[in-house]
Nanobody, 116 residues
Framework: QVQFVESGGGLVQPGGSLRLSCRAS????????MGWYRQAPGKQRELVAT???????NYADSVKGRFTISRDNAKNTVYLQMNSLKPEDTAVYYCNVVKVSRSLYWGQGTQVTVSP
C-alpha cells in the first residue's frame, strides 16, 4: 500500500495562490507518474495535472498557464503551485500515484476554496 500526506489546501481570495504538496510513503517502488485530480460538489473527479518520473507533464486545459506541477523524486513528493485562482477552482484536490504495474492509489484529499 501507498500512504500519503497531503497539505497546503485552504481558503484564498480570487487571484490568490496556493501550493499543494503530497508525500508518498510505504510501497513506493515502481511509481510511473504522480498527479493531482479534483472533485467539486456534484461533479465527477477530473484531472488537474500529472507528471512522470522525468519532466513530462500534462495539464487540464482549464489550468494551463496558471498551475504548475513538479516532483521531488528523492522525497517522493509532488507539488502543485496554483496561481491566479478562480472560484471555479474550488474543489477537493486529490493526490494520485500510478505504478508501472498500473496500480492506482489516492490520497485523502485536501480542500481548496476560492472565495472573496
Amino acid at each position: 500500500q501507498v500512504q500519503f500526506v497531503e497539505s497546503g489546501g485552504g481558503l484564498v481570495q480570487p487571484g490568490g495562490s496556493l501550493r499543494l504538496s503530497c508525500r508518498a510513503s510505504g510501497s513506493i517502488f515502481g511509481i510511473a507518474a504522480m498527479g493531482w485530480y479534483r472533485q467539486a460538489p456534484g461533479k465527477q473527479r477530473e484531472l488537474v495535472a500529472t507528471i512522470t518520473g522525468g519532466t513530462t507533464t500534462n495539464y487540464a486545459d482549464s489550468v494551463k498557464g496558471r498551475f504548475t506541477i513538479s516532483r521531488d523524486n528523492a522525497k517522493n513528493t509532488v507539488y502543485l503551485q496554483m496561481n491566479s485562482l478562480k472560484p471555479e477552482d474550488t474543489a477537493v484536490y486529490y493526490c494520485n500515484v500510478v505504478k508501472v504495474s498500473r496500480s492506482l492509489y489516492w490520497g485523502q484529499g485536501t480542500q481548496v476554496t476560492v472565495s472573496p
